[in-house]
């Protein structure tokens, strides 16, 4: 049984970071077509997108939008500071994550932390400091846990996480970020909610909240008698769970995926991006071309579980107390040129 709120839902007041990213973009216009939610205040490092600017030019002013630097302090307390936050009266925030992932060619912020390490911790101090803040929703990876040899892995939101010493600095962020959310899921003053997802795919088959699919060569790297299991989900599906959550009642960490679980070589053929199964000297070796280049490399790691081993998600509790169900399928289509593109369908 979903755990939706007793309480009237009109009039959420709510700060969303990262709006001008893919999944932020969606999720400020289902928001924004939301009943329930009163006005939203969208942050960003970019100008605001131009799918904004009649939300912006509307006379009801639901929708304002301020550029910032997430993960500099100076930043973040200038605004959590402002007369604009203050008349908001902002009670939720939902925190979208940059979609990209450090790299040998950005160094780190001062403290010797990557940049979406400081914007969790960042985010969790202003959440914590603003007084009328209740709910607090947070897009998460499923890279976090644990891997085991061979692609049967489920995990449930219970599974442990990679906490080894050498884990890459690609799943660190995310375990890092994770770790620091999980520290108030007990406050009895803020709501705290971690979604964890696996390879979000959006418009036009992009993939996001994936490193195997970054960098250089994308998918085309993986390592030479491994073929991982990767777990789907639609943006679409991402932003519907985080306003699910948004309207609910339920605390902690929930698993968000959607129906599809495909090997890593299939997926890389969805998109355009055909794997080419590499020895381990050569998958190190391309990674190094590509920090060398100034691009996200694969996973620094030559001996990372995710270049071996795959993973599913038990998404029962989502199910349970989100209401969660997956609304699409995702599929290769075809296009009007011919060519084929990866899509989401709705079921």
């Known amino acids: 049984m979903s755990l939706i709120r007793t309480e009237a839902a009109f009039g959420s007041r709510i700060v969303l970071t990262h709006a001008d990213s893919p999944i932020g973009r969606r999720l400020v216009k289902s928001l924004y077509h939301d009943p329930s939610v009163e006005r939203i205040v969208a942050l960003g490092p970019g100008p605001p997108p131009s799918v904004f600017d009649r939300f912006l030019s509307s006379d009801e002013r639901r929708l304002t939008y301020s550029r910032i630097d997430l993960a500099r302090h100076r930043s973040m ?136 699919l970054a960098g250089i060569l994308k998918s085309r790297i993986r390592s030479m008698g491994f073929d991982p299991i990767c777990a789907l989900v639609s943006d679409k599906d991402v932003v519907r769970a985080m306003q699910l959550a948004l309207h609910s009642t339920a605390r902690g960490v929930f698993n968000i995926a959607g129906f599809e679980t495909v090997p890593l070589s299939v997926f890389g053929r969805w998109i355009g991006e055909p794997s080419v199964p590499l020895p381990r000297a050569l998958i190190s070796l391309a990674s190094r071309m590509s920090s060398f280049v100034g691009r996200a490399p694969a996973p620094t790691s030559t001996s990372s579980p995710h270049l071996h081993y795959g993973f599913t998600l038990d998404t029962q509790r989502a199910r349970l107390e989100l209401g969660f169900e997956p609304g699409y399928r995702i599929a290769p289509g075809p296009m009007v040129d011919g060519r084929f593109q990866l899509e989401a369908a709705p079921v």
């Open 77 to 212: 307390a200038t605004f959590f500071n402002s007369s604009l936050l203050k008349e908001a009266r902002i009670d939720s925030m939902l925190y979208v994550p940059a979609h990209g992932w450090p790299t040998a060619s950005v160094p780190p912020l001062a403290g010797g932390l990557v940049s979406q390490t400081a914007e969790a911790r960042l985010v969790l101090k202003h959440a914590l400091e603003l007084r009328s803040l209740e709910n607090l929703i947070c897009l998460g990876s499923a890279l976090v846990y644990r891997l085991s040899p061979g692609n049967s892995n489920l995990f449930t939101e219970s599974s442990e996480l990679d906490l080894a010493p050498d884990t890459s600095p690609e799943i660190r962020c995310w375990v890092n970020a994770d770790m620091i959310f999980q520290g108030e899921f007990q406050n009895p003053g803020l709501r705290v909610v971690l979604l964890r997802l696996p390879s979000v795919v959006g418009t036009g088959g992009k993939v996001y909240f994936n490193p195997m």
